[in-house]
Nanobody, 116 residues
Framework: VQLVESGGGLVQAGGSLRLSCAAS????????MGWYRQAPGKQRELVAT????????IDAESVKGRFTISRDNAKNTMALQMNSLNPEDTAVYYC??????????WGQGTQVTVSS
């Protein structure tokens, strides 16, 4: 099982980024997927979740209205569209995949840095 994130980088406040997570070697279409983030000196925070059928939840109050999560089961990919970024969004973003049996897989993380 492998999850590979991409799309992170440096962006100015107010800008946008689109993170992608590509999955291989797993039953992607039946797994719940999502994104966590971890800022320096802070605990890992659940950002958004999307079910196998595409039902999505934005879990972090601070990103509601700005972030959107989506998935493409045919391509085994998941995305996090991040708009109106601010410096508080600076973190390492991790995608995860949870099987119906509760097994959780993690990506290696991608750095997002928002400059003021």
């Amino acid at each position: 099982v492998q999850l590979v994130e991409s799309g992170g980088g440096l962006v100015q406040a107010g800008g946008s980024l689109r993170l992608s997570c590509a999955a291989s070697g797993t039953t992607f279409s039946i797994n719940t997927m999502g994104w966590y983030r971890q800022a320096p000196g802070k605990q890992r925070e659940l950002v958004a979740t999307i079910s196998s059928s595409g039902g999505s939840t934005i879990d972090a109050e601070s990103v509601k209205g700005r972030f959107t999560i989506s998935r493409d089961n045919a391509k085994n990919t998941m995305a996090l569209q991040m708009n109106s970024l601010n410096p508080e969004d600076t973190a390492v973003y991790y995608c995860y995949s949870r099987s119906p049996f509760g097994v959780v897989y993690w990506g290696q993380g991608t750095q997002v840095t928002v400059s003021s």
